[in-house]
DNA sequence: AGCCAGGCCTGCC
DNA sequence: GGCAGGCATGGC
C-alpha cells in the first residue's frame, strides 16, 4: 500500500500524538464545531469554560442561554455561527439520536455521514473528524494540510476533498488508530513548517523527516 | 502590526 | 461546480 511507509515515517518523527484529546464523543463534536478555522489554544478555553458551568452536554447546551453561550465560547472566534451550531447539533442529539451521539453507530458510515452533513455548519471535514475520533469508524480526514502536503510531496494533486479521501481509503492499509493518527500526524508535521512558500518542498523535507525518508528509501515513491 | 488558525455558508457566475 | 467574501478571537 502506497500510503504506509509514509506514515512509518511520519509515526517515527512524531509517535503516538493521541487525538483526540477529549473525554467523551460530545466533547469532540464540541471541539470540531469549535475548531473550524480556528486554532486549537482558542477551542480549549472556551472548551474549559463548557466543562466549569456544566454544560458540556447535548441538553446543556441545548437548554442554555444564547448570549451566555456565546460568552463562554467567545475565545474560538465567530462564536455567532458556532453558537447555532452548537445548538442544532445538540437539538438534533437530543431529537434524533435519543441524547446520545454514540447512537450514529447504529447506522453505517455512510448513512452517519450524511446525517451529519445535514446538519447546518457541519461540513465534510468536521463530518469525517466526528465520525473518526468520536464514533470510531474508519474513515480519513482531509483538510487544507492534508491536500498541501500530498501535493507537496507529490503523492497526487486532488481537485476536491472526496477524491484525496478515496485516494488514502485504497492507498493507506492502517486500522482505525492508525486512520486517527495520520490525520494527527499530517496536521502536526505541516504546523511546523515553512508557510510563506506553499510549494516550495525544500521547507518541507528538512530535520528528522528527511532522515527517515531516506532511512525508509522511498524519496523517488512519493510520485505515484 | 499583520498574518494565521485542525471550515462552512452564501451569493454570484 | 468553482470562487470570493464574511465570520472573530488570541498567539506569534
Known sequence: MKL??????LFHNYGDLKWWPAETPFEVAVGAILTQNTNWN?????????KKTDLLTP?????SDENMLKKLIRSAGFYNQKCE????????????????????KKYDLKQARERLLA?????????????????D???????TYTLNFFERLKIGKFSSYDECQNYVHECFSGDIKAYKNFHALIVEHCKNFCKKHPKCIDCFLNSKFCFWVEKFNVNVKFNR
Open 85 to 104: 451550531r452548537l445548538k442544532i447539533l445538540s437539538e438534533y442529539i437530543i431529537k434524533d439520536l435519543k441524547g446520545n451521539i454514540v447512537n450514529l
Open 4 to 9: 504506509d511507509r509514509l506514515y512509518e515515517i
Open 59 to 63: 441538553y446543556g447546551i441545548y437548554r
Open 137 to 143: 469508524f474508519k474513515v480519513f480526514v482531509v483538510d
Open 119 to 135: 446538519l447546518k455548519g457541519i461540513g465534510k471535514e468536521t463530518a469525517d473528524s466526528i465520525l473518526l475520533y468520536a464514533l
Open 42 to 50: 482558542n477551542v480549549e478555553k472556551a472548551i474549559e469554560n463548557l
